[in-house]
């Protein structure tokens, strides 16, 4: 496959990134002409988002391991053109049932597609490069959050609700005839990224507890983030909007940045992601009074968060026990544990102890986060050396076979 045809669809699989996270992330700035639209209370509206990210975590798995024998071309394109006649259905619903309905089929597809889409991208380009594509679809989710929810929300508030999610519709109908015409038609258990690269249990679950814990930590500070902004920070409302948008870029920035790290040393861009995301929350606990530092220091914390993100998906290629793609369904499903739960725990606290507990509870949980992948790198090191994992035969990913490094090549998915 020629290096431009493959560059084409890599955009084409990071478009659907982008469209994934826009499609679940509209309900909550579009909140209250939904609820009015459907005379719905804005609480219903609330909980097409939790159910959207229920299905993402409970059916991950056994939808990936349902589908597990489908060439990847055929996967792809039938989720991506269930994406888009989920959301036209969304867009003409003219109940809250039906609306709930077409957010779950959505769901579902989403499942799916995050599960498949980080190999399938990987097997565009050679072993190496790996690191670097993960980055580059990651990072649509991220431009997603930065500039394709606030476009949406934009739209629906002067166009109706509805415009917005046939925008998402129109847009996705153009990616999947990218992804069905030019992604190759290959086997699911075919190609260097259909397994881990040097598989391991016992890693492989550390990452996903990590995934939980760094998720949960970053999702406590984030949810409540504006108000921490107007409340402890003492700053107008209508800057709120900017500091997020800042955050945006930070976390594109980010996910762009990590890439080659990931490519060299993916032990080390899991430990430095997840480092700079505790500081930057220690950091704003500490200094959040000050509006500077809190503009700064959230904006570092969603750099953070973003690299972290796209380490973990270079990870799975590395550890995964298995087959790559039931790797990174399990991973999907514990960063939507760590959404949940972050969130959750951060709305407990906040009536109790206050915006600020929130951004101190994303410190902790961040901390404990680094303190296991720091446990497991000192194991590592001081282990002795016919404890090492073999290298796999063949290998071509210099990341797995430079001299010294087996012990620091990590694996992650989608």
């Not at 994934?20 to 804005?42: K, N, Q």
């Not at 431009?143 to 917005?164: N, Q, Y």
């Not at 409540?224 to 930070?250: C, D, K, Q």
Request: no cysteine.
């Amino acid at each position: 496959m020629g290096r431009g045809r493959a560059t084409v669809v890599l955009i084409g699989l990071s478009g659907g990134t982008f469209l994934y996270t826009t499609a679940e992330a509209l309900p909550i700035g579009l909140l209250l002409p939904m609820a009015a639209d459907l005379t719905v209370s804005p609480a219903d509206v609330g909980m097409l988002v939790t159910a959207y990210g229920a299905v993402v975590m409970v059916a991950s798995v056994p939808l990936t391991a349902l589908v597990r024998r489908v060439p990847r071309r055929r996967l792809l394109s039938a989720l991506l053109a269930g994406f888009v006649v989920s959301n036209a259905v969304t867009v003409f619903a003219s109940t809250f049932a039906w609306l709930l309905a077409a957010r779950v089929a959505t769901a579902a597809t989403h499942a799916l597609f995050w599960a498949v889409v980080v190999p399938a991208a990987a097997e565009l380009f050679r072993p190496g490069l790996r690191g670097r594509v993960v980055a580059v679809v990651f990072a649509g989710g991220n431009v997603a959050l930065a500039l394709g929810v606030p476009a949406g929300i934009w739209l629906g508030e002067r166009a109706g609700w509805r415009a917005a999610f046939l925008a998402v519709a129109g847009f996705g109908a153009i990616v999947f005839v990218v992804v069905a015409s030019l992604l190759p038609s290959t086997r699911p258990d075919q190609g260097h990224a259909t397994r881990g690269a040097t598989p391991d249990a016992r890693r492989f679950w550390l990452l996903v507890t990590v995934a939980v814990l760094a998720t949960a930590g970053a999702i406590a500070a984030y949810t409540y983030v504006a108000l921490f902004v107007t409340e402890y920070s003492a700053m107008p409302a209508a800057s709120v909007g900017a500091i997020l948008l800042a955050r945006g870029v930070a976390s594109v920035l980010g996910i762009l940045a990590v890439g080659v790290l990931v490519d060299r040393s993916p032990w080390l861009a899991l430990i430095a992601t997840v480092a700079l995301q505790s500081l930057a929350l220690v950091g704003l606990s500490a200094l959040g009074h000050l509006p500077g530092a809190a503009v700064g220091l959230i904006a570092l914390a969603g750099l953070a968060f973003a690299a972290f993100t796209a380490a973990l998906g270079g990870l799975v290629l590395q550890v995964a026990p298995g087959r790559s793609d039931l790797a990174a369904a399990t991973v999907s499903a514990a960063v939507n544990v760590g959404i949940t739960g972050g969130a959750f725990v951060g709305g407990l606290a906040l009536p109790r102890h206050g915006v600020h507990s929130t951004v101190l509870i994303g410190a902790v949980l961040s901390a404990v986060a680094l303190l296991l992948v720091l446990s497991e790198r000192l194991t590592r090191r001081t282990a002795p050396a016919r404890q090492a994992p073999p290298e796999p035969t063949g290998s071509a990913d210099p990341a797995a076979a430079a001299p010294g490094e087996r012990d620091v090549s990590f694996g992650r998915a989608g």
